[in-house]
């Protein structure tokens, strides 16, 4: 029914994000959220794509802080790192590195989250986890704050108890931002949705390779495949994710089993086809879905335009939909080519 573009990535607690190039350079910006009696925050992975976005987003939506303790690995500890106009120095993550800390944005892979995050929420301190490690655990919500922010209530910073939130994985995000009002409108019996992933959810060494990658491939020379093990640039390929016994990669597989939690429906039949695509930023996506009601294409359409979290990109007469380009740096998800399924009989998909 859509395809759907997102600066490429995640949705936590209180935002999702979108991922930028830079690497230690946090922004620098004259409103500060740094505040007397605000919440002690601690950056796990700080260092990658999606710890600086952390940063960006903290910044850009005012989150207030009484302090906020920037952590990575042992190769980075020492290095300075600036956040609205102050000096911070990266310390190495430790098994102590949570004591005081309110709230811990965690980002440094699934590993490192299942170590140090039950040693976080020991100590009191609310995790949100952007890695797999938690998501499919009873007992920890699996949260896109537009979708089902209920499924974290009575989680509050303050109350001296640790606790666990897992974010999904982007592509479910992305999915189910514009999904989710369609699906408590009509209904939806069955969703097919194929990606196109930017580099940038493979982190920011990813990145850097696509880049190095194109200017290598231009000047006639071979290209160096350290992250991807074929060529990324002028190229596309099936999901980086390990392959399962079903012939589904991991990452097609996140999106079946987190739509069930999410939506609480181990009923609904999702399949997925996940591509790495020579973007940069922002996944796309086409998402088919199947319904149980009718649902006309304008309901559909104005049901989407009033969806927090949503833009509608979608001018038929100029031939103009949404594209990472015009997504990137932005946290909304845009969805265009909005259309019935003419395969489908009457208005079910
Ligand atoms: N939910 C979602 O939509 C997405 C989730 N992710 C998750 O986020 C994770 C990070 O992604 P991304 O930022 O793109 O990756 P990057 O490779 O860009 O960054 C990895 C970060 O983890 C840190 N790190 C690595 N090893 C350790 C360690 N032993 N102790 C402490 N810190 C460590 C790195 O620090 P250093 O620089 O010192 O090495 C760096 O800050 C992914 O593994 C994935 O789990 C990523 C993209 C999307
Ligand atoms: N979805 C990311 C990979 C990733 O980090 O996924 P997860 O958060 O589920 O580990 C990608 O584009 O490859």
Redesign the pocket.
């Known amino acids: 029914m859509a395809t759907l573009t997102h600066s490429?990535?995640?949705t936590h607690l209180f935002t999702k994000l979108s991922?930028k190039p830079k690497k230690f350079t946090s922004p620098s910006r004259i409103r500060m959220s740094l505040q007397e009696n605000a919440p002690s925050l601690a950056v796990?992975?700080?260092?990658?794509?999606?710890?600086?976005?952390f940063l960006s987003v903290l910044s850009d939506r005012d989150f207030p802080y009484g302090s906020i303790k920037m952590?990575?690995?042992?190769?980075?500890?020492g290095k300075q790192i600036t956040f609205e106009d102050r000096n911070y120095t990266?310390e190495?993550?430790t098994e102590d590195s949570f004591d005081g800390v309110d709230i811990a944005l965690f980002?440094?892979?699934?590993s490192?989250?299942k170590h140090f995050g039950p040693l976080a929420v020991e100590k009191g301190t609310i995790v949100v986890d952007?890695?797999?490690?938690f998501r499919m655990e009873e007992g920890v919500p699996l949260v896109i704050p537009e979708v089902n922010p209920e499924a974290m209530k009575g989680i509050k910073v303050g109350m001296g108890k640790g606790a666990l939130i897992a974010?999904?994985?982007?592509?479910t995000?992305i999915c189910l931002m514009a999904a989710t009002p369609l699906h408590r409108h009509a209904k939806v019996k069955r969703m097919v949705v194929s990606t196109y992933q930017a580099a940038?959810?493979?982190?920011?060494?990813?990145m850097e390779e696509l880049e190095l990658q194109t200017r290598e491939v231009l000047e006639g020379k071979p290209p160096t495949c350290n992250i991807f093990k074929q060529q990324y640039a002028f190229n596309l390929f099936s999901h980086n994710a390990p392959i399962l016994s079903n012939g589904y990669n991991e990452e097609e597989m996140k999106l079946v089993k987190e739509t069930r939690k999410i939506w609480n429906d181990m009923d609904v039949k999702v399949t997925a086809t996940c591509i790495r695509v020579p973007v940069m930023r922002a996944h796309a996506e086409s998402v088919n879905l199947q319904f149980e009601k009718p649902l006309l294409e304008d309901t559909a359409k104005s049901i989407l335009k009033s969806s927090p979290g949503v833009v509608v990109i979608d001018d038929r007469a100029s031939n103009h939909f949404p594209t990472p380009l015009e997504v990137s740096n932005k946290d909304d998800v845009a969805v265009g080519r909005i259309r019935h399924d003419v395969s489908q009989d009457g208005y079910s998909g």
């Open positions: 490429s990535s995640f991922l796990v992975g700080v260092t990658g794509a999606v710890g600086q976005e952590l990575a690995s042992k190769r980075s500890a990266i190495e993550l980002s440094a892979g699934g490192i989250s952007n890695s797999s490690a974010n999904p994985n982007c592509s995000i940038s959810g493979a982190g920011a060494a990813a």
